[in-house]
Each structure stands twice: as C-alpha cells, then as structure tokens.
C-alpha cells in the first residue's frame, strides 16, 4: 500500500493551513486523508497536518495513527470521525480546555467547518476548520473550499505520481530478471549449437567426395555457423537495449483514482529458468546422465587434439536430483573443461561416492589440465557475468554458466566447488600437479525407504 503522503504534499498542506490560522484567523486547521483512496470498512483518517502545530501528527516513513486525542467535537454527516452525538454535552474546550457553555451542535455547525478532498470522483480525505471566536460567514465558506479544492487535486497529482514511480520500479525489476532469463537460456543454447558445429565437422572430414551425404554435412556446419551468428546479434540486441525500459502499460483510468492503489498492489510475476527445486527431482543414475555428455564431448575433444578420461570409482549409488537441471551443469562444466585447455592437454571426468564433513556424498569431479584460474577470480567465479581474465582473451563466454550451475546445484540440495590449480577429490594417475582447474559436483545421497 502507498503511503498516504510524500514530504512535499505535506509541505504544500502547511501553506494551505496557513492561509487559514493567519488569513482567516482560524484557532486551528487540520488535513486528514484515508488510507485507502476510496474508503472502506477500517479506513481510518490520519492527521497530515495541524496548523498551528499543536499535536504530533503523521509524518513521511511514520506508521498510522488515529485522531488526535483533542479532536472530539461533534460532527455531523461524516461518520469517518469519532465524536458525540448532536444531544451530548460538552462542557470544556476541545482545543483550550477551558469551560464552554455552548450545549449543542448548532454551535459547532457554524464555527466548525468541515470540507470533503474529492477529485474526480475519489474521497481522499477532508479538511478541519476551526473558529472558536466567531462564526464563519459565507464568502469565508467559499475561500476555505477553493483551499480544500486544491489540497485535492495536489494529493490526487502526489498518489498517482508515486503510483507511476512504484509501477515504473516493478516494471524495472521484472525486466531485470526476464533479461537474465533470456541471457541464460542463450547461454545453455550455446552448448548444443557448438556440438551439432563440431559434428558436422566430423561427419564432413568422413564423408568421402562424391557421396550425396557430404552436401548434408556442409549444411549442418553452415547453418550451425549461420544460428551462431544469429545468437549473437540477439545477445547483441538484448544488451544494448537493457538500460531502455518502456513505460507501464497500464493506464490509469480517468476519474477512478482508486485504481493507484488498486494497481499498485500487483506484483510481479517471476520466471523460472528450470524446474530443479524439491517438488521436482527423482532418482536417477549419475552415470545416465554422464554417459552421453561423454560421448559427446569425446568427439570435441578428438577435434582439439585433447585427451579426455571417465571413470566410474566402485558402486555409485543413485541420488535423488532434477535430470534436466543436472545435465546442464555437467554440459556446462565438462564444456568449460574443454574450451579452457589448449591442444595436448587431459580433461578428466570421475564420480564416486567421498566423505567430506563426515558425511557420505556423491562426488563428481570434473578436471583439466588447462590455463588455470587466477586467485582473484576464484573470489567472483560464481558471479552473474563475472569473467576476470577470461574476458580478455579470445575465447567467447558470457559468465553465465558457472552462476546458473551453482545456483541449480544449490536448489538439489548440493553443492559446487572450484579448485586451481587442480585438486581432484581422487588421485588420478599421471595427473600434472600445479596445472589445470577441478569442479567438484557434491550431492547428497539419499537412500529410498
């Protein structure tokens, strides 16, 4: 819910008290507005500003509050004001607290005047005029409702302006986050694309000349090379277009100020990138999973002249974890391992069951032998974006992987490592020591009962 004023109409409203304590002499004038724009049960009035400053009254950032204690004169016809009924009797000055001897409510009527903030049709509050040594005459009546009158329209200005602010914020946040969406799900598309590429290089270099298959394979790796510069001009797009954000599309209806309030409550609705929280896992075979990254990424690795490596260590155990979100932080992982380690180099892929922390857990370690991270950028390797010395060289990335890998881990109940140089859980034979990077992939295991 907004709240009912900003500093600066609150400011406005002491101007217009103002004119009336020291223009028309009023002993006291106060604006009340609703919670709410259009009123309802438990919508009750707060004192923005009692002029002269007699009472504490609300003030920007501050909690509601009711009436103040010394506002409890009998008003007619506005039920939103506690106070006695035209028979009470009031013996003492609500203001002074000195004795009166006025005994009804025609007194008050006539000293007392009270005037509705209405603006296109919406409540929003009234105004309080007192005069205790005289009664108000009509031209004073008529100044007292211009003052009221534009009270109005500024509050009616101040609640939409801050309407459109908040509106404008939800909107910013909501496109921050579908933007991220859309740059992970290019990222993950870039992993496929660049293995269909690498195959189609394959299958072309086996494909003899003359054999009707080899204009096929060509045309997988031109039109692999064609969606790879399409990605990129997107990619291309979507940055240069991320600090432009369009404004709200919804419009606030002429003469129904009650919409402010009522747009305003909407929240954003969030996308989820993949489906990996606890409603969603299932027991599965790590090594069905492995297995055909695996193979795959054998084929690249034969491509750049790299040696690659999977074992298996004893009896894994299967682990309850989302498939889908699990095969791509392997892919993305065993593709890093292959990308950052230069020809003649070793990737090394291993899962098996360790103890860490006293407790059993499925281990898999991904391990190159390859350029290595500096220890600056091990601080920020999970970082959204985040690159370090990578974004100088001439191999592409968008810093996403790592982030996207880390945070679907984390939601099946695991965990990533980073480790350079390379420090593999297990000893691996012939493995250079002081080179290279390892990943370790933790998940719990679980057992069914």
């Known amino acids: 819910m907004l709240a009912p004023a900003s500093s600066e109409f609150v ?3 002491r101007e217009q008290t103002a004119l009336l ?7 006291i004038g106060i604006v009340y507005l609703t919670e709410k724009l259009l009123g309802g049960e438990g919508n009750k009035p707060i004192a923005i500003v009692v002029e002269p400053e007699t009472a504490a009254v609300w003030t920007e950032g501050q909690g509601y509050s009711g009436l103040p204690d010394d506002i409890d004169a009998p008003i007619t016809g506005l039920p939103l004001l506690p106070g006695k009924s035209n028979g009470d009797r009031d013996d003492a000055d609500p203001v002074t607290g000195s004795a009166s001897s006025h005994e009804n409510s025609d007194w008050w009527q006539k000293h ?4 509705p903030l209405v603006h296109e049709g919406a409540f929003m509050g009234f105004l309080v005029a007192r005069r ?14 211009r003052i009221a009158r534009t009270i109005a329209i500024a509050c009616f200005l101040d609640r939409r302006a801050r309407w459109w602010e908040r509106n404008y914020q939800q909107q910013q946040q909501l496109q921050t986050e579908q933007r991220d969406i859309l740059h992970s799900l290019l990222h993950q598309f870039r992993n496929p694309l660049s293995a269909l590429k690498i195959f189609g290089k394959l299958l072309l270099k086996r494909v003899q000349p003359g054999d009707p298959s080899r204009d096929f394979a060509a045309s997988i790796v031109t039109e692999s090379d064609r969606l790879q510069d399409l990605v990129q001009q997107f990619k291309q797009t979507l940055d240069a277009e991320s600090g432009n954000l369009a404004l709200p599309r919804a419009i606030l209806p002429k003469g129904v100020a009650g919409a402010i309030e009522l747009e305003s409550e909407k929240e ?10 606890e409603d969603e896992v299932s027991t599965l075979s790590v090594a069905e999973i492995l297995e055909p990254l695996v193979r795959s990424a054998k084929a690249i690795a034969a491509d750049g002249d790299l040696a690659l490596t999977y074992h298996l260590l004893g009896d894994v155990p299967p682990v309850r974890a989302n498939p889908q979100a699990l095969r791509e932080v392997l892919s993305n992982l065993i593709d890093n391992a292959l990308k950052y380690t230069p020809a003649g180099g070793r990737v090394d892929i ?5 103890t860490r922390q006293q407790e059993r857990e499925l281990a898999i370690a991904i391990s190159d032998t390859g350029y290595g991270i500096p220890p600056q950028d091990l601080e920020r390797l999970f970082e959204r974006g985040y690159r370090g010395e990578k974004a100088n060289g001439e191999i592409p ?3 996403l992987g790592l982030a996207i890998a880390r945070e679907l881990i ?4 695991g965990e990533i490592q980073a480790f350079s140089p390379a420090q593999p859980p297990w000893d691996i034979p012939n493995f250079p020591t002081g080179e290279g990077t390892t990943f370790v992939l933790w998940l719990p295991i679980r057992e069914d009962r």
Not at 132 to 145: K, M, N, Y
Not at 350 to 354: H, K, S, T, Y
Not at 410 to 413: D, K
């Open 11 to 13: 400011a406005l409203c």
């Open 21 to 27: 304590t020291r223009g028309l002499g009023a002993s």
């Open 112 to 115: 007392q005047t009270i005037v």
């Open 132 to 145: 205790l040594d005289r009664p108000w005459c009509v031209s004073e009546q008529a100044q007292i409702e």
């Open 268 to 277: 954003p609705e969030h996308l989820k990138l993949l489906p990996a929280s």
């Open 350 to 354: 291993q899962a098996g069951v360790a």
């Open 397 to 399: 990335g968008t810093g």
């Open 410 to 413: 984390e939601r099946m109940g």
